[in-house]
């Protein structure tokens, strides 16, 4: 079968004009996740609207990382859900590695200067770059504390004017949606902790992938990290006969109980000790000593008494007893 260039297959759209064919190609492996690889032909594209990278859907092989190889499958428009946008991926048949020392691929750097104001020169350039290899150098600066699944955002070191002095973002009211480099680590294990303010030591870079309604880098290795110390903020209102004081707090997932392994979807995820780990203590503290004992507490997220088990339980007594 004749060679199709990633760039035929992605097209200038979001939809690939080549959709539902099978396809033949070639490019330099940049980048693996749980669900297939990423490849990029080194010869780059001459439309900056146009990708030269792509995902490729093999859940069962993994692609040796700067391998330049040549996959055969199906073009796909892939989405989650019906108003997400599509991805174009190939559904890998075939795949056979031409040479495992494939030409450098060199990434494009996101800076102060890579991002459109405007939200649709914004999606055309990052549509541009679907797939490909992307970085964001060191000293940039995390804008968002981290979470248990290695998600990260960061600003670029060179959009310090536009970060307060705790490091997070001061939103623009033209535009306070405006779109920030995340990352996200494969391997959970190795993403660290970190707090808003904390730097990055290190370049990271990886493919350019689309997932949960954004754009984030897939990195596949351990990042380096500064981590900013920060304290637990203390309101300063001082409650009175005249005024009702309400706070509005998050319980993540809230319950006394430790799930058995037998009653849940995903052990990984739906197991925890949240009175061992102390959730039930740091939530406390946070009404009594940082809200200062507000008059009303809306909780969110408060779990029944068997948490993530999969039964006919919804009385969550035990939860706001504990």
Same mark, same amino acid.
């Given at each position: 079968m004749k060679l199709t260039p990633i760039q035929a297959i992605q097209g200038p759209d979001l939809e690939s004009p080549l959709a539902g064919q099978t396809v033949r190609t070639r490019g330099v492996a940049i980048g693996n996740t749980r669900k297939g690889y990423f490849i990029q032909d080194p010869s780059g594209s001459d439309d900056p609207d146009v990708s030269a990278g792509i995902f490729v859907y093999s859940r069962h092989r993994d692609a040796s990382i700067g391998a330049l190889i040549e996959v055969e499958g199906k073009v796909l428009d892939f989405s989650k859900n019906e108003d997400d946008r599509p991805t174009t991926q190939i559904k890998a048949e075939e795949m056979s590695v031409i040479d495992m020392?494939?030409?450098?691929?060199?990434? =494009?750097?996101?800076? =102060?200067?890579?991002?459109?104001?405007?939200?649709?020169?914004?999606?055309?350039?990052?549509?541009?770059?679907?797939?490909?290899?992307?970085?964001?150098?060191?000293?940039?600066?995390?804008?968002?504390p981290s979470n248990p699944f290695g998600d990260y955002v960061v600003a670029p070191a060179d959009l310090y004017d536009a970060l307060n002095s705790s490091g997070g973002v001061?939103?623009?009211?033209? /535009?306070?949606?405006?779109?920030?480099?995340?990352?996200?680590?494969? !391997?959970y294990d190795k993403a660290p902790n970190v707090n808003v303010g904390s730097t990055l030591d290190e370049a990271v870079t990886g493919?350019?992938?689309?997932?949960?309604a954004s754009y984030q880098i897939a990195v596949t290795g351990p990042i380096r990290t500064t981590c900013k110390s920060v304290q637990p903020?203390?309101?300063?209102?001082?409650? !009175?006969?005249?005024?009702?004081?309400?706070?509005?707090?998050?319980?993540? /997932?809230l319950?006394?109980?430790?799930?058995?392994?037998?009653?849940?979807?995903?052990?990984?995820?739906?197991?925890?000790?949240?009175?061992? !780990?102390?959730?039930?203590?740091?939530?406390?503290?946070?009404?009594?000593?940082q809200a200062g004992c507000p008059d009303i507490v809306a909780l969110?997220?408060?779990?029944?008494?068997d948490g993530a088990e999969l039964t006919k339980v919804v009385d969550a007594s035990k939860t706001y007893l504990q």
């Amino acid at each position: 079968m004749k060679l199709t260039p990633i760039q035929a297959i992605q097209g200038p759209d979001l939809e690939s004009p080549l959709a539902g064919q099978t396809v033949r190609t070639r490019g330099v492996a940049i980048g693996n996740t749980r669900k297939g690889y990423f490849i990029q032909d080194p010869s780059g594209s001459d439309d900056p609207d146009v990708s030269a990278g792509i995902f490729v859907y093999s859940r069962h092989r993994d692609a040796s990382i700067g391998a330049l190889i040549e996959v055969e499958g199906k073009v796909l428009d892939f989405s989650k859900n019906e108003d997400d946008r599509p991805t174009t991926q190939i559904k890998a048949e075939e795949m056979s590695v031409i040479d495992m020392h494939g030409p450098t691929i060199t990434p =494009a750097w996101f800076t =102060a200067d890579s991002f459109p104001a405007d939200a649709r020169e914004l999606a055309r350039y990052l549509n541009g770059l679907e797939g490909m290899l992307v970085g964001v150098q060191a000293g940039a600066v995390f804008i968002a504390p981290s979470n248990p699944f290695g998600d990260y955002v960061v600003a670029p070191a060179d959009l310090y004017d536009a970060l307060n002095s705790s490091g997070g973002v001061l939103l623009d009211p033209d /535009n306070p949606e405006r779109w920030f480099p995340g990352f996200r680590i494969v !391997d959970y294990d190795k993403a660290p902790n970190v707090n808003v303010g904390s730097t990055l030591d290190e370049a990271v870079t990886g493919p350019l992938n689309y997932r949960s309604a954004s754009y984030q880098i897939a990195v596949t290795g351990p990042i380096r990290t500064t981590c900013k110390s920060v304290q637990p903020a203390s309101t300063n209102w001082k409650q !009175d006969d005249k005024h009702t004081t309400i706070l509005t707090l998050n319980g993540f /997932n809230l319950d006394t109980c430790i799930e058995h392994p037998s009653r849940v979807l995903n052990e990984r995820l739906d197991i925890d000790d949240d009175v061992g !780990d102390g959730r039930f203590d740091m939530l406390a503290k946070a009404i009594v000593d940082q809200a200062g004992c507000p008059d009303i507490v809306a909780l969110q997220e408060i779990r029944d008494n068997d948490g993530a088990e999969l039964t006919k339980v919804v009385d969550a007594s035990k939860t706001y007893l504990q």
